[in-house]
């Protein structure tokens, strides 16, 4: 009788560690999948969604502000500049700044196409000014197509973190 419970035991002991060396399998099989970010239809209805959102690091070639930049040594290095001079001559300022650092810190999309994407928002972690999310907001959202970032000879979707300054 001992030994029938004790077998017993050994065989729930690993029918329970099976199935539960499954679950973590599971659980680990499903962060491991891409992230899918779905973005809204414009009015033309000419994007309804990204297959997969790419950061910088992982395009082989990045998105660019301009088609001047395609040309350029330190092709990144030339958007990001033509992107600032962009929002420095094209901001309205707030009256009101609070914080002295006087930055936002805007996250947007750029799709496939160039346009950019309707996901534009600020992940600052405190305000640093009346009105500076909204300014910040709205100057990206009235940027030009961009050239679209490349991967494996084909346009992807990246994502961008930009610093506003006011």
């Not at 970010?37 to 209805?45: D, I, L, R």
């Not at 309804?48 to 350029?72: H, R, W």
């Not at 001079?85 to 936002?104: H, V």
Request: aromatic residues 6%; glycine residues 4%; contains cysteine.
């Amino acid at each position: 009788m001992k030994s029938l419970k004790i077998i017993f035991f050994f065989t729930a002991a690993i029918a329970l560690g099976v199935s539960c060396k499954n679950d973590k399998t599971s659980q680990s099989e499903e962060k491991a999948s891409p992230p899918i970010e779905e973005v809204k239809t414009n009015p033309n209805n000419s994007i309804t969604a990204v297959d997969k959102l790419y950061t910088t690091a992982e395009v082989d070639t990045p998105a660019l502000f301009s088609i001047s930049c395609q040309q350029n040594e330190n092709k990144f290095k030339c958007s990001q500049n033509l992107l600032q001079d962009y929002i420095k001559n094209n901001i309205i300022k707030p009256n009101k700044i609070i914080d002295k650092r006087r930055r936002e810190v805007i996250s947007f999309t750029i799709l496939a196409d160039g346009s950019i994407g309707k996901n534009i928002r600020s992940i600052s972690k405190k305000e640093v000014c009346s009105g500076c999310k909204a300014a910040a907001i709205t100057v990206l959202s009235s940027m030009p197509k961009w050239i679209p970032a490349m991967k494996e000879g084909r346009t992807v979707a990246m994502s961008m973190t930009v610093p506003v300054t006011f």
